[in-house]
């Protein structure tokens, strides 16, 4: 059986965009409870941006913290259960990055689904679709926004909740939002794209629909972190944009590999947050990646990031195992990178020696 895709069903895209968010909303009023919800990264609080927010009196205006950790199951219950103390919201607009929009798709499917979010970490899960999601990102790299999942934390396992409910309705992609991410969160963003792309393409559930995206992707890529005129400029932003979300549906019709596998053990672990997990795990995948690691290294020296080298001398082994435990639960990565009988390639002491040369 073949994959059923759902997409994002309507998209603004352009400078200064995020001024019509207002009017988006405004067309959803007079649904449910009648009350908007904005889900904002609460670095924005005390930002222009924070102040840009188009709440009326009825509406809840909530500030996340999204600094100390990547979104758990418990911090998504906690904003559900606050606002269904007002009621039933007519829609949720998340503006912020992968975090916020993760909280944003599952804080809207939560609000219809009873009990706690870490029940539905996993597959199909979900029993009822979530109110009217808008996201709004403002760093570019996850795909977070054209994505099927939203990827939580929880008791037991870092696992999105999947299914055709948790794709946003609409988003609104504004470059200007984009313009001041500190460099190195730009890039470790960033690369995330750029390893989606390279994931994606290397393995089994690759094909023509996935490569179309992930080649535009890459260009793309190459021109913003490589080429003469990378960096972060004007026209950069909005190149970024586009190619987080091809890489984003590049992904979504193939799959990850190798580094995801092991980016999601290192984010349970340490709680390194996802970009920069992936930086520290690609840094190695040489022998699994060998033309990607190449030209990613050549993007980190060009930006001179700083990369921890080495991170391993300090980890316990039962951290290690951990971690692998967590990766090699992760099948459909593995699979994908190394085909159907991948267990005979992996198994968790491979894994452990792959955290160990990071
Ligand atoms: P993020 O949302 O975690 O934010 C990273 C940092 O950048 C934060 O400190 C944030 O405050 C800051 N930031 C955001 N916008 C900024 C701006 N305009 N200016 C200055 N600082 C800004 O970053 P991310 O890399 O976009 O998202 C990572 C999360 O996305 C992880 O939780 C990961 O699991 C998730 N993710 C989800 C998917 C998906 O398909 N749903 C895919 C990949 C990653
Ligand atoms: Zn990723």
Redesign the pocket.
């Known amino acids: 059986m073949l994959k059923n895709f759902k997409n994002v069903e309507k998209t603004v895209f352009g400078r200064g965009g995020f001024d019509q968010l207002g009017a988006i909303v405004d067309e959803r009023r007079s649904e449910n409870d009648c009350f908007t919800v904005f889900l904002v990264?609460n670095?924005f609080e005390d930002k222009p941006l924070g102040q840009r927010i188009p709440s009326k009196p009825d509406d809840m205006l909530l500030f996340v913290d999204?600094?100390a950790h990547?979104?758990t199951t418990e911090q998504v219950d906690t904003i559900r259960d606050s606002i269904l103390k007002k009621g039933l919201p007519s829609c949720i607009a998340g503006i912020?990055?992968?975090?916020?929009l993760?909280i944003c798709k599952a804080v809207s499917l939560m609000v219809t689904n009873e009990g706690s979010s870490s029940l539905y970490q996993g597959l199909n899960l979900i029993k009822k679709p979530g109110v009217y999601a808008i996201g709004v990102p403002?760093?570019a790299?996850?795909?977070?926004e054209v994505?099927m999942?939203?990827?939580l934390t929880g008791p037991e396992k870092k696992l999105?909740l999947k299914c055709e409910w948790t794709v946003l309705n609409q988003i609104l992609l504004d470059p200007d939002?984009?313009a001041?991410?500190?460099t190195n969160?730009w890039f470790?963003?960033g690369m995330?794209c750029y390893i989606h792309c390279i994931e994606s393409e290397k393995g089994i559930f690759n094909n023509a629909y996935s490569t179309a995206f992930g080649d535009q992707a890459l260009r793309l890529c190459r021109e913003i972190f490589l080429e003469e005129n990378a960096g972060q400029t004007f026209e950069n932003d909005e190149k970024l944009m586009v190619a987080s979300l091809m890489g984003?549906s590049s992904l979504t019709y193939s799959e990850v590999g190798v580094c995801h596998a092991l980016s999601y053990g290192l984010s349970y672990v340490f709680e390194y947050?996802?970009?920069f997990a992936n930086c520290i795990a690609f840094n190695q995948l040489g022998d699994y990646y060998p033309e990607g690691v190449r030209e990613f290294k050549d993007m980190v020296n060009r930006f001179q990031i700083d990369l921890p080298q080495n991170l391993s001398a300090d980890w316990s082994d039962e951290e290690v195992s951990r971690m692998a435990e967590i990766s090699i639960r992760l099948e459909h990565m593995w699979h994908h990178a190394f085909g159907e009988n991948w267990k005979e390639k992996i198994n968790i002491e491979t894994i452990k020696g792959l955290f160990r040369r990071m």
């Open positions: 990264d670095y999204i600094q990547e979104p912020g990055g992968g975090s916020v993760d403002t760093i790299g996850t795909g977070a994505s999942t939203a990827v999105g939002l984009i001041n991410v500190p969160q470790y963003t995330d984003g947050r996802h970009g």
